[in-house]
């Protein structure tokens, strides 16, 4: 059986959601989680985090292998990292309607530093929570350049039992650019080979 909690959102497949918290040896706390799904849960576990990294030296958030999900989860996340008003991580634009994924700050969130990871298998919500926190200059970012499949989309089922995904609308980032094909550039560079990842 695979590793989690099965989880699934209107047409999506099931997949199954893993969360990892906890403090590192060097002072630091680390947050993974394997989608943005299951909102109650990960919110839940996500501000237990926020909470304990109070007296960590920094706070990581692994979104490494994270392929996205709801991606109003990336302001809710944001919310607890952000102390400012009006500040957003870009925007999307369908063929009717404009939306801001503008951050509403928490009280008593995370002030101190924050590093995101991501390789490219970071998709969708990962780039853009990834992408803005890096534009609005709140988290490096390390690791490798993510997917570049951030826009949002839908599934339709298929009379035979398939399904069929499409983007409904696109997406820039908070300085303008978009994720699409382009992904987001780790402002450090960090390849894993085979001898690090048995390493861990």
Known sequence: ????????????????MTIDSRRLPENVQ???????????????????AVEEAKTAEGFIIDLRGNPGGIGGLAMAMGGWLVQD?????????????????????????YTGPVAILIDALSGSTSEIFAGGMQDIGR??????????????????ELPNGDRFQY?????VSASGRPLEGEGVTPDEGVTSDRALLLEG
């Open 1 to 16: 059986e695979p590793a989690g909690t099965p989880v699934t959102l209107g047409n999506m497949p099931v997949f199954y």
């Open 30 to 48: 680390y947050f993974a989680f394997s989608m943005f799904m299951d909102p109650l849960r990960l919110m839940a576990a996500f501000q237990k």
């Open 85 to 109: 008003d009006d500040v957003k991580l870009g925007t999307m634009t369908s063929r009717d309607s404009t939306i801001n994924f503008v951050i509403n700050p928490r009280l008593r969130g």
């Open 139 to 156: 988290a490096r970012v390390f690791g490798e350049r993510s997917a570049g499949a951030a826009l949002p989309s839908v599934f339709e």
């Open 167 to 171: 983007a409904i609308a696109n997406y």
